[in-house]
């Protein structure tokens, strides 16, 4: 074969690998109950880790967590803010608590939503989402992000957990998945260990197994963190921050039995550059053309699809 044919099969392949808009549909990643057992914690311990509540039901509001990432800024799962598993809420339909021990929790508005690009509802890849505060009453704690298998970050590294919960001491899982939004919640911390990373294409993982697997909370760990206390050998603290709390769903090849006991995180190394970029308003550059929009795609699409038949039906009229 010539240099057009295999140039025209190509552009088929490639057409073939462009990613079409699904219809909506009710598969969605399970929302997490993960923090299960470990012990309570005061939210002033822990001040880079807030509450979110977002309209994300059309019959009523979802609790996650959040991680104070930049002063403007907080991290959280994408789907934390997806209404009914498919379209991005209104920021004005999202509110952020901090000081939640305290009897009046402050209340931070949300200015604007930034999804990962590459994030799709029925996929725990990508699981990020970037809110940008709107009336922040505090400076950001000192939040680093850890590294991955090359850094500090290997198998058999010891972390910390960490969600709101429910106020249901010694209570089982299945229970919890039975009870309202009406239970007063609470940041719930648990040390766990890092089992394995994953490096597979269009998703990198953590796999980490808990130290107790008994008596704990309920809705409401997602977008919270994997991490440890940081100490930068001159009095200065922190806390540096290796994972986000996603789903409960195993990528393939990665089909591990859930009775194993393992959660998965995402990692945040990988995505540093998004993280950093977005709030300085370079988010776009990570949208992939054939993600522009449903018209761009089809259009693309089709331009291909018409050059690789000019160039066949060449390649076939030269040789007669």
């Known amino acids: 074969m010539g240099p057009l044919t295999y140039l025209a099969l ?13 219809e909506p549909t009710d598969h969605h ?13 005061k ?35 994408a789907h934390c803010v997806m209404r009914d ?40 890849a990508f699981d990020l989402a970037l809110l940008r505060i709107l009336n922040a009453t505090r400076p950001a704690p000192r939040v680093m992000i850890g590294s991955g298998p090359d850094g500090d970050a290997r198998p058999g590294t010891e972390l910390t957990q960490a969600g709101w919960g429910l106020r249901i001491p010694n209570t089982t899982i299945e229970t919890l998945h039975n009870q309202t939004d ?29 130290w107790s697997t008994t008596a704990g909370t309920g809705s409401g760990d997602s977008g919270g963190p994997l ?6 050998g001159a009095g200065g603290g922190g806390w540096r921050v290796y994972g986000l709390t996603s789903s409960t769903a195993y990528p393939p090849p990665y089909n591990i039995d859930k009775s194993a006991g393992l959660d998965l995180y995402i990692r945040l190394d990988v995505h540093r550059e998004w993280l950093k970029d ?17 018209a761009s795609r089809a259009e693309y699409g089709a331009w291909a699809t018409y050059l690789a038949s000019v160039l066949l039906c060449s390649r076939w009229v030269s040789r007669w």
């Open 227 to 232: 991490y440890r206390p940081e100490d930068d």
């Open 182 to 210: 009406a239970v007063a919640p609470y940041l719930h911390v648990r040390p766990a260990q890092l089992i394995a990373l994953s490096n597979f294409l269009w998703g990198h993982f953590f796999y980490v197994s808990p």
């Open 43 to 77: 939210s002033s311990d822990l001040p880079f880790i807030l509450m979110i509540h977002s309209k994300i039901k059309s019959d009523g509001i979802g609790r996650c967590t959040g991680i104070h990432l930049a002063d403007t800024w907080l991290l959280t799962a």
């Open 85 to 124: 598993k498919r379209d991005v809420v209104e920021p004005t339909d999202v509110q952020v608590f901090c000081d939640v021990d305290e009897a009046q929790p402050t209340l931070w508005g949300v200015a604007d939503i930034h999804i990962h690009p590459l994030y799709k509802p029925d996929k725990p």
């Open 29 to 41: 990643p399970q929302l997490v109950r993960r923090v299960v057992g470990g012990t309570q914690a």
């Open 278 to 294: 977005v709030p300085l308003g370079r988010a776009q550059r990570y949208r992939p053309w054939y993600l522009a929009s449903s």
């Open 10 to 22: 190509f552009l088929t392949f490639q057409y073939s690998l462009v990613p079409i808009q699904a």
